[in-house]
């Protein structure tokens, strides 16, 4: 289960970059709660920044989201720095 968020940027910043992947692709977050097995309520949570995901459910996320875990990490990365 995902640890709550004490408002930190990189988390704000990797939400930011989950959402806009998703978005990018045209997906919904029901979409990718199928594709990726996690409930749509805790994707909401997630690209708030609200919560601290799991490495386990980064991975699927980024499965579901059809990039590599590496390359959301490098996007929430630079969204942080600006």
């Not at 949570?45 to 959301?72: C, M, Y």
Request: proline share 5%.
């Amino acid at each position: 289960m995902p640890r709550q968020s004490s408002e930190s940027p990189f988390l704000s910043a990797l939400g930011m970059a989950i959402r806009l992947v998703r978005t990018e692709r045209a997906m919904s977050q029901s979409l990718l709660a199928e594709r990726s097995g996690i409930h749509p309520t805790w994707i909401s949570h997630i690209e708030s920044g609200r919560i601290n995901p799991t490495a386990v459910n980064l991975a699927r996320l980024s499965k579901g989201l059809g990039v590599k875990l590496s390359e959301l990490i490098a996007r929430s990365e630079e969204l942080e720095k600006s």
